[in-house]
């Protein structure tokens, strides 16, 4: 049964659709069966995987108003062998529609239920906002990575994301955890960056992911080319870094007992 993360913080320019599909790329890398799901309007993950919003017949916003099945809308990425369910700016007609439906927070969990079995990890990309749509993925998700950069204001507005986190636990998904909290954008060279590192380990203690997600001009580019980072440049410090993380996450899902043992030690 897969194991469900929503990848979120409502601070745009984090790295998290970075993170969602390079994530999901590096975990199928390691043999494990991925889906992703691109809940964000800008449809970035969609493109990130090399996959044309404009042009897909059905998304995730078809999905949530009952217009499509999972089935219909899932689309097979691959380079990176791996199921991804696209979106674009449809989505964002959800906010209001999903308000006028009942049991409206539960729609994408109800809708990922057909194919928990189907998969071993199943990874939501959030939108950048504390609407509906986040709601959406909190309650459909076992754990939640938070991505963090490292950079000035880097824990402005995460209480806000604690408190919902916290409503979701009490309303409609009492198990819902953070599975970890991950530095990204980081500069070893810069000080500032050194010492807001420290401050998100103090203040997150053992949730923090070890792997830190570094500034990297090819992590930056692989986007533009359709790409996750390990099929643009696999050499470079920003695959590693995924790569990294990938285990680190296999290992606590693991350790849970949530993912099926793979390659790739």
């Not at 993360?5 to 320019?13: P, R, S």
């Not at 042009?55 to 916003?61: D, K, P, R």
């Not at 308000?99 to 189907?118: E, K, Y």
Request: glycine share 6%; hydrophobic share 45%; with cysteine.
């Amino acid at each position: 049964m897969a194991h469900i993360i929503a990848i979120t913080n409502q601070k745009g320019g984090v790295g998290k659709t970075t993170t969602a599909v390079n994530l999901a790329a590096c975990l199928s890398a390691l043999r494990q069966g991925v889906l992703l799901v691109d809940l964000d309007p800008q449809g970035n993950a969609t493109m990130g995987c090399g996959i044309d919003k404009h042009t897909v017949s059905a998304t995730s916003y078809d999905v949530l108003m009952g217009e499509a099945t999972l089935s219909d809308a899932l689309q097979w990425v691959e380079k990176a062998q791996m199921r991804l369910l696209p979106a674009n700016g449809d989505l964002t007609a959800a906010e209001v529609n999903l308000l006028q439906i009942d049991q409206a927070p539960n729609r994408l969990r109800d809708a990922l239920a057909p194919v928990v079995w189907n998969f071993d990890v199943i990874l939501i990309d959030c939108p950048p906002s504390l609407n509906m749509l986040t709601v959406n993925a909190l309650t459909a998700a076992q754990s939640v990575i938070i991505p963090v950069q490292c950079e000035y204001y880097a824990l402005e507005g995460l209480s806000a994301l604690l408190d919902t986190i916290e409503k979701v636990r009490k309303s409609t998904n009492p198990s819902l955890r953070i599975e970890g909290v991950l530095r990204t954008m980081f500069d070893p060279r810069n000080r500032l960056a050194n010492d807001v590192s420290a401050q998100i380990a103090a203040h997150f203690g053992a949730t923090v992911f070890e792997t830190l997600i570094p500034r990297n001009v090819r992590l930056a580019e692989a986007p533009s080319y359709g790409l996750p980072i390990i099929h643009y440049d696999d050499s470079s410090r920003g695959a590693q870094s995924y790569r990294d993380l990938a285990k680190e996450v296999r290992k606590r899902l693991r350790r849970s007992g949530a993912v099926k043992n793979g390659a790739g030690e």
